[in-house]
């Protein structure tokens, strides 16, 4: 009785990955189509075809993102303060729990956004006082793309240039 030598496991994986890849033992183009011997052509082509898409769709959601952050896409509010004005007055917004504290020096000027679907619980308020003016609050109610609110040389809101439709007083002050 002839002894066969026996494969080892290695040989055999070797085989069985050369067959399940498309790879005959012996080389040989009869049984092949076309699409077969340039299949390893599609990975590169597809990522070719694709990679315009995925370059369009980064530059969207960069541009919405940057868009996004600086209250373009948002509705929001600009608080002007006159250059006639002879004192710097101090702020603080608060927008739903984001508080910001500045000031507001003649001639310059103050915004925040809200929230792009605004709920039953959304607020945005500012606050405003000077060292010779007595403290202002007003509730505002955002307007997109932008509220603009116009104080008076004594840190009054002008009624004349702005929209008081979207004001309230804040509990405990002045109506606007």
Not at 8 to 21: V, Y
Not at 96 to 125: A, C, N, V, W
Request: hydrophobic share 45%.
């Amino acid at each position: 009785m002839a002894a066969f030598p026996r494969k080892s496991s290695w040989t055999k994986c070797w085989l069985l990955l050369q067959k399940i890849g498309g790879m005959a033992l012996m080389s040989t183009s009869a049984g092949e189509s076309r699409l077969a011997r340039w299949r390893w052509l599609w990975a590169p082509l597809l990522i070719l075809a694709l990679l315009p898409l995925a370059l369009v769709a980064l530059v969207l959601v960069v541009l919405f993102t940057i868009s996004f952050r600086r209250g373009l896409v948002l509705p929001g509010a600009t608080i002007h303060y006159p250059k006639e004005a002879k004192e710097e007055l101090r702020s603080i917004w608060n927008v739903q729990h984001r508080i910001y504290k500045g000031g507001l020096s003649p001639g310059s000027s103050t915004s925040d956004y809200g929230h792009l679907f605004p709920d039953e619980r959304f607020f945005m308020r500012f606050d405003w006082w000077g060292e010779n003016s007595r403290h202002h609050c007003v509730s505002i109610t955002p307007k997109w793309p932008n509220l603009h609110i116009y104080l008076d040389a004594n840190g009054d809101i002008d009624p004349s240039r702005t929209d008081l439709n979207r004001l309230k007083a804040c509990p405990g002050d002045f109506k606007p």
